[in-house]
């Protein structure tokens, strides 16, 4: 037996398999909505099933902050770890990869492999760090579209993606409305909101506050660990929800033993942060966590347009906003309001509330229902 | 009231509002199930359409028909409605079944033009019959579970529905009075004879 027999995800009928990413260099000047220019940038990517004939069929997928390009399948036949949306994407799932040709990119600013604050500014032959322009949600899709037009992609069947991933929908629809047929804003606002915006600052000032951080010019290979770690536990807390967290944990002890008397590990719930806070380290850049929190931060569609009614006036595409009970980040009530804002311009939009315990993350998880509402969605002609 | 289930029966009412609509006009479906009524508008009548129900897997099934539809509280969705947006509201089979009756009708007419309300007349002589004969809770097409499987239930009857918009100032400008059977006529007596009634009301 080799390890291909082995890897569930290699075998297992409706699963992608083997991806591979590619990279999409754009070699023209870039402006960013801050007013900076860049000479160009790159974008990597993935790309699963085919474009069809009349390449009407292509899904985009638009990921959350701390996400990136590699949203289905596995890079190897000893890969353990697919792709973020694994349970979503594929051949018979609900974003059917036999039926659509599905894109995701990662955003412009990342630190996987698409330009960000990490890269060689090519002017000064060292990292931008700091020096690096803002960017916004907005650029982030008017990067996406180029790649788009690279791709030879004439419109877009849908644009679908959850939280940050859910803002970039929305200015899809907004920015490029005869370019998009369908959106999907799963668990996201129109308009990051003051709590939101809290939590985003104390990430950032656990980052800025380390000293390891050194203004932004930190060693590629040091850096502010020990902030992004502990930014990244505190905002994991806000895509779980307390009952789901209890259910995961309770008050479960590390070793199953008793209290131990220390502030090392004792509960299950602080072995899990951890954890989350050191994996995080090894593979997201300090510099990029403050760019796109501040991203979010900077999203507002009511206020860049004059009101939500005013940014929804030209969209075209039909909508299916989706939000989750337990979602405390963006709760229910800020999906509603994108509904609201879409009817009241008489467009085609459908609002859905999956009940679900896992609290923002909820869009992540397997879910037969939220499963059939996207499916649905997607097919129906 | 009858308990054989035609289609036809489930249908009728439906084809006696949609004659009501003026085509290319807007309409709001309060309780809109699976959407079928307002598929129906959508491409007999090219209406701007939105269903609101409060169950997921009837939305799904809006989804499915390409019918918009807002899943939740009705009254938290016409809310966020300026006055007259809509030409009409259509509230059939849900009157019954609503928390605050007469706030959401007043809503409802605020909202648009005219309202559609179609509602089951608790009045007519089988149901008088069953509830005295019995003394049970009155089984209906509508609402078919037993007490303790159905949603809570306000039995109203043609004569409560009219004392209702006299009390309020609400015209009724269209009545049409449907027998037993959903289908032919009810032609006198309808506080009596009639199994299903059709108001639209204007303010």
Redesign the interface.
Known sequence: MNDADENPLLTRKGEIGLVRYQDFDYDDPFTFEDGQTIPGFRLRYETYGRLNKKRDNTVLICHALSGDHHCAGVYSIRDRKPGWWNNMIGPGKPIDTERFFVVCSNCLGGCQGSTGPASINRETGKPYNLDFPFVTIGDMVRAQKLLMDHLEIPELHAVVGGSMGGMQVLQWAIEYPSYVRRIIPLATTSRHGAQSIAFNEVGRQAIIQDPEWRGGNYDPEAGPKVGLAIARMMAHITYLSDKGMERKFGRRRRDGGDINFSFDVDFEVERYLRYQGQSFINRFDANTYLYFTRALDYFDLPATYGSLEAAFRDVSA?A?VIGFTSDWLFPPEQN?EI??AL??Q?K????????MDFGHDSFLVDAP?LY??IM??LW?? | MSTDKTPDKRTVDMRIISEWIEPNSSVLDLGCGRGVFLEYLIKTKSVFGVGVDWDLDKVGSCIKRGVPAYQGDLAELMKAFPDKFFDRVVCSRTVQELINPSAVLLEALRLADAVTVGFLNYGHWRNRLHHLTTGNHILTEINPHEWYEARPTHPISIAEFESFCARHNITVTRRVYLGGDWETPSKRWHNLLCGYAIFEMKQ
């Open positions: 039909i299916l509603r509904v609201h009817l009241r008489r085609h939009a459908t609002y859905a509330e999956v009940p229902n059939r509402l649905a969605f129906e002609q």
